[in-house]
């Protein structure tokens, strides 16, 4: 019989390592954020029991651990410096501008919508957990989702012109 920590923390290793590796952009330091992230969670995994949202506190704990990164390394990396990787590689030349046009759109979003709309989008968070997780309310979370699908209407309508 598993533990609740199992059950209910460990099961989101591959969620958070995906979040993770968004904010960072490197597969090792997105690795050892989720490894701190997890021995947090241990070190309180009886009052994570008693947590309405868990996986709200986890996904909180990540970010803050990512941000500890950033800060204790002064590692911004821009999007230029990604698409200049991006554009090195031949092979994945179709993927590689379907992504770029991706993190363009997502570059161009104010930081609250970026971060719901990911929450909401790609981790498949629901409003109540991104509320809590962003400490903000349910309908903050509705109002800077619609503008930034709203913003993603257009950008790609935009786009399919330029295109033709």
């Known amino acids: ?31 050892d954020v989720l490894q701190n992230a997890f021995e947090k969670a241990w070190v309180r995994k009886d009052a994570l029991q008693k947590m309405e ?11 803050n651990e990512s941000l500890l990164q950033f ?9 230029e410096d990604w698409d200049a990787e991006c554009e090195d590689e031949e092979d994945e030349k179709d993927t590689s501008t379907e992504i770029k046009l991706v993190f363009r759109f997502l570059e161009s979003l104010p930081e ?3 971060e719901v709309f990911q929450l ?8 109540e957990e991104i509320s809590e997780y962003m400490e903000i309310s349910l309908d903050q979370v509705k109002v800077n ?5 709203k913003a993603l209407r257009e950008f790609l309508t935009k786009e399919n012109h330029e295109r033709k």
């Open 145 to 149: 989702l619609h503008r930034a699908r």
């Open 53 to 63: 949202n868990p996986k709200g506190w986890m996904v909180r704990t990540l970010k």
């Open 120 to 127: 909401r989008e790609v981790e498949g968070l629901t409003y």
């Open 1 to 31: 019989m598993k533990t609740f920590f199992e059950a209910h923390i460990l099961t989101l290793k591959n969620q958070l390592y995906r979040m993770a590796y968004l904010w960072l952009k490197d597969r090792d330091l997105a690795q």
């Open 112 to 114: 609250k919508q970026k």
């Open 71 to 79: 800060r204790s390394n002064k590692k911004f990396e821009k999007l």
